[in-house]
């Protein structure tokens, strides 16, 4: 059974940068077959698409977010990452990675999720 | 940006009873392969999403058979044929056809 797991700060300042890493266990991330994507889920609200890189490095960003996003995976480590830049407030949310299947397009697995908050 | 839009927002049910939910999108999901890119999924209280629905109408592997996803084009239904406690939660259907947008929500709660 493949498992996700999201791990880095609960807490960033205004301005800075928001980091995240995911963590794919009962599974390799360099199979062909999956995307492995980034949602996000202010408090209270509904999902937002972030982005999904293959493991070959290709990768498709929403484009309200386009402009600060850059994701990577490590091969070696099995596990994947988000930078958001410039955050603000409205950045703060829940911070969920998810396996995207590359046929049927999707979200089959998802992490428990992280709570980022920005605030100074 | 497709734009997909769910009635109702909140859904109260008798437990044995069913549910229907609808999500509409601003442009067709229908692809050239015959597929529609439209998905299901269920957010139990303090839980992440998990897949219910898949291609509009595939069962995901272990969800119930009172689940089923319909419709084509533009227009989709979920539906629960014998509403159980343990469906209560938030239900997202999600356009997977370009850059992935999601329904509002729609909040089913038990009577």
């Known amino acids: 059974q493949v498992q996700l797991q999201e791990s880095g700060p609960g807490l960033v300042k205004p301005s800075q940068t928001l980091s995240l890493t995911c963590a794919v266990s009962?599974?390799?991330?360099?199979?062909?077959?999956?995307?492995w994507s980034w949602i996000r889920q202010p408090p209270g609200k509904g999902l937002e698409w972030i982005g999904y890189?293959?493991?070959?490095?290709?990768?498709y960003f929403n484009p309200s977010l386009k402009s600060r996003v850059a994701m990577s995976v490590d091969t070696s480590n099995n596990q994947f990452s988000l930078r958001l830049v410039s955050v603000t407030a409205a950045d703060t949310a829940v911070y969920f990675c998810?396996?995207?299947?590359?046929?049927?397009?999707?979200?089959?697995?998802w992490g428990q999720g992280t709570l980022v908050t920005v605030s100074s | 940006d497709i734009v997909m839009t769910q009635s109702p927002l909140s859904l109260p049910v008798t437990p044995g009873e069913p549910a229907s939910i609808s999500c509409r999108s601003s442009?067709?999901?229908?692809?050239?392969?015959?597929?529609?890119?439209l998905d299901w999924y269920l957010q139990k209280p303090g839980q992440s999403p998990h897949l219910l629905i898949y291609?509009?109408?595939n069962r995901a592997s272990g969800v119930p058979d009172r689940f089923s996803g319909s419709g084509s084009g533009t227009d989709f239904t979920l539906k629960i044929s014998r509403v159980e406690a343990e469906d209560v939660g938030i239900y997202y259907c999600?356009?997977?056809?370009?850059?992935?947008?999601f329904g509002q929500g729609t909040k089913l709660e038990i009577k």
């Open positions: 998810a396996r995207r299947l590359k046929v049927e397009h999707s979200f089959d697995f």
């Open positions: 009962g599974g390799s991330i360099s199979s062909g077959n999956y995307y």
């Open positions: 890189i293959h493991y070959s490095g290709s990768a």
């Open positions: 442009q067709s999901l229908l692809h050239s392969d015959g597929n529609n890119y």
């Open positions: 291609l509009g109408s």
């Open positions: 999600v356009q997977t056809l370009q850059a992935p947008t």
